[in-house]
């Protein structure tokens, strides 16, 4: 996991190892500062008793700029004690600023080695669901990709910055201290050997109590955002259907699950101060008795007890750092998983590099079994065999859920075929390049969507090459460009994400422009005129074939008026092909045509009769 985490810190090595030997000489001085301490204390308390030296002492002679090295057994002098209170305050002052500074520098280069790690991991995730194929993203879920690029990164980053500050610094910390400690006093440091693991034992029955109840609360957190999420995208909906207090209770009842979920575990997490002041505490009242009884004896000096008892904290601190980390851990691992489980998922739909390029438009269906769930038992399309001629205008007619739009996205590769396979202009589209098969095939998707930004930025995305000439006629062909220069700012009208500020019928007509703006050789309509009045999707009908006579055209439609005018119509029906022919040829031969026909005839001499009477 350390590794996964690791390789998102490319590029800020530097600063990642830079903070982590920053860190080792923060802690390292933080430790020596004790010492420094107890040297002068020592020295007080030998020259007020008055005593000669126990051990040796080393300071500076500030009359002479020496260098002095006192032999245990000297007499503490006055000039001696002033030397080494100044030689020590020096030293204390110098540690602590240094210190202070390392923990600063190693403070700021971590947080920018973290903003880089997650800006690297961010964006190779956002590089990869680039690569995915449709059903990559169904696999996922739009809502889930989002919570890994976000939250997900986050909690990794926070991971990927106590790494490489605390795991180090708390080691270390507890290392050094306990070196020092039984450097500088063997008979006391034991107490440590039953303070830390008692410490230890305390930390880790807690947080194995605590994980699972912050994962839970973690998961009622990711419930609770994705509903804000999912209220926010449709606050349309939900006004539409007066469902706000609907909503607002919904949203009340989780946000009081998350409130339940965390006081249960904070509960706990209150009982993990007073316990680690007992044990600190219970270790510095045995320091206290024992040294204590040890100074009477003469075994050790004050100044010693007290450098003692300040590595009695930082040993203690560190083994409660250490089990923290721990957690910490453990928590982000499930987000470093979800974030690596995206990262080596491979696309499975991936090009060729052939520069062959998509020229007349013939398409070919040829025994096609196609399944969402790549089951032979569920298939969504069975046998299909069509073969559609270059420039052909070919309709397609079915119910709802038939199969029309998993027929036709097929042809760009939005999915792959089971059995079988699709030919464009003769050639397996599994052997053309992504790119190179999609420029050919433009198609203006059911559910389809207008980017923040300009009406002309949106229709650049067709071709962004395109002069005003050419936009302006791709707009006349979709009827779009009557309307466009009908705004104030015509092609400059911002549009706001998503395309809020146009009706559906524009934004159907703008979304046709785009498509056609790539000049492609076979283009598919999927139910793109369904919010446009039938007039108007007449003229775009016609618009088509005056710009481009050879291009192939695909219509997916529910009214019959939008493909009696066809080459061929294909009739869908639960997956399967029913019928091939012209409006003539099934309106005499195919009886779900003649049904969805006349029920549709009925309805329009309703509709105007109705008019008539009123
Ligand atoms: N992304 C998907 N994942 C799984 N199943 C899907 C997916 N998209 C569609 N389906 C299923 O495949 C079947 C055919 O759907 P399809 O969208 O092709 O129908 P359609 O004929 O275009 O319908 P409509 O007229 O409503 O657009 C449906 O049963 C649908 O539930
Ligand atoms: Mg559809």
Request: charged share 25%.
């Given at each position: 996991m350390i590794k996964k985490l690791l390789k998102g810190a490319k590029g800020y090595e530097k600063q990642s190892i830079l903070t982590v030997v920053l860190v080792l000489l923060e802690t390292a001085l933080e430790v020596i500062l004790p010492m420094f301490m107890s040297n002068i204390l020592n020295t007080m308390q030998l020259y007020s008793q008055p005593n000669p030296l126990k051990e040796k002492l080393i300071y500076l002679d500030f009359s002479t700029w020496r260098i002095v090295t006192a032999l245990p057994e000297t007499a503490v002098t006055s000039a001696m004690l002033t030397n080494t209170v100044v030689t020590y305050g020096i030293l204390m002052v110098v540690s602590a600023v240094l210190s202070l500074t390392f923990g600063a520098l190693a403070g700021k280069l971590a947080a920018l080695a973290g903003a880089g790690f997650s800006k690297n991991v961010r964006a190779s995730l956002f590089a990869k669901i680039q690569d995915f194929s449709f059903s990559n993203v169904d696999k996922f879920s739009t809502a889930s990709l989002v919570t890994r690029s976000t939250t997900d990164v986050n909690n990794a980053q926070q991971s990927f910055m106590m790494i490489i500050r605390t795991?180090?610094?708390?080691?270390?910390?507890?290392?050094?201290?306990?070196?020092?400690?039984?450097?500088?006093?063997?008979?006391?440091?034991?107490?440590?050997?039953?303070?830390?693991?008692?410490?230890?034992?305390?930390?880790?029955?807690?947080?194995?109590?605590?994980?699972?109840?912050?994962?839970?609360?973690?998961?009622?957190?990711?419930?609770?955002?994705?509903?804000?999420?999912?209220?926010?995208?449709?606050?349309?909906?939900?006004?539409?259907?007066?469902?706000?207090?609907?909503?607002?209770?919904?949203?009340?009842?989780?946000?009081?699950?998350?409130?339940?979920?965390?006081?249960k575990a904070e509960k706990l997490m209150v009982l993990m101060n007073p316990l680690v002041s007992v044990i600190m505490y219970g270790a510095i009242i045995a320091l206290l008795v024992i040294g204590g009884t040890d100074i009477a004896k003469g075994k050790i000096q004050a100044g010693t007890l007290s450098s003692m008892m300040?590595?009695?904290?930082?040993?203690?601190?560190?083994?409660?750092?250490?089990?923290?980390?721990?957690?910490?851990?453990?928590?982000?691992?499930?987000?470093?998983?979800?974030?690596?489980?995206?990262?080596?998922?491979?696309?499975?739909?991936?090009?060729?590099?052939?520069?062959?390029?998509?020229?007349?438009?013939?398409?070919?269906?040829?025994?096609?079994?196609?399944?969402?769930?790549?089951?032979?038992?569920?298939l969504t399309l069975e046998n299909i065999n069509l073969s559609i001629k270059s420039g052909e205008t070919v309709g397609i007619i079915g119910g709802t859920g038939d199969g029309?739009?998993?027929?036709?996205?097929?042809?760009?590769?939005?999915?792959?075929?089971?059995?079988?396979?699709?030919?464009?202009?003769?050639?397996?589209?599994k052997d053309y390049s992504l790119y190179n098969l999609r420029e050919g095939v433009s198609m203006v998707l059911q559910k389809n969507v207008l980017f923040s930004g300009t009406i002309r930025e949106n229709l650049l995305w067709g071709n962004k090459d395109a002069t005003q000439e050419e936009i302006e006629s791709a707009c006349k062909a979709a009827c779009a460009h009557e309307f466009v220069t009908s705004f104030p700012d015509g092609y400059e009208t911002d549009l706001g994400q998503g395309g809020v500020n146009v009706s559906g019928g524009q934004k159907q007509r703008l979304c046709i422009a785009r498509a056609l703006l790539k000049k492609p050789k076979i283009m598919i309509l999927d139910d793109s005129t369904s919010a446009v009045d039938t007039a108007t999707d007449a003229r775009i009908r016609q618009g088509l074939k005056e710009l481009d006579k050879d291009m192939t055209t695909i219509i997916i439609a529910q009214r019959i008026s939008s493909v009696e005018n066809c080459d061929k119509i294909v009739v869908l029906d639960d997956g399967k092909i029913n019928a091939v022919g012209t409006h003539k040829q099934l309106l005499k031969s195919c009886s779900i045509y003649q049904e969805v026909y006349h029920s549709q005839q009925k309805a329009t001499a309703e509709q105007e009769g109705g008019e008539v009477n009123a």
């Open positions: 795991v180090i610094r708390a080691p270390a910390m507890l290392i050094f201290s306990a070196v020092m400690a039984v450097i500088k006093a063997p008979n006391l440091a034991w107490i440590f050997l039953v303070a830390v693991p008692l410490l230890g034992l305390v930390m880790g029955v807690l947080a194995t109590k605590v994980h699972p109840l912050f994962k839970s609360m973690l998961t009622k957190y990711d419930k609770m955002n994705a509903d804000v999420q999912e209220d926010l995208v449709g606050i349309r909906v939900v006004k539409a259907f007066v469902r706000e207090e609907y909503e607002e209770e919904k949203y009340r009842r989780q946000t009081e699950e998350v409130r339940k979920a965390q006081l300040t590595y009695c904290t930082q040993i203690l601190m560190s083994v409660m750092m250490i089990c923290f980390i721990a957690v910490q851990l453990v928590m982000s691992k499930a987000s470093i998983d979800r974030i690596y489980e995206v990262l080596e998922t491979n696309p499975d739909i991936e090009g060729t590099d052939n520069d062959k390029t998509v020229n007349s438009g013939s398409i070919e269906f040829k025994n096609v079994n196609f399944s969402y769930s790549n089951n032979a038992e569920n029309k739009s998993s027929l036709v996205q097929l042809i760009p590769r939005f999915y792959d075929v089971m059995d079988g396979e699709v030919l464009v202009d003769g050639t397996n589209v």
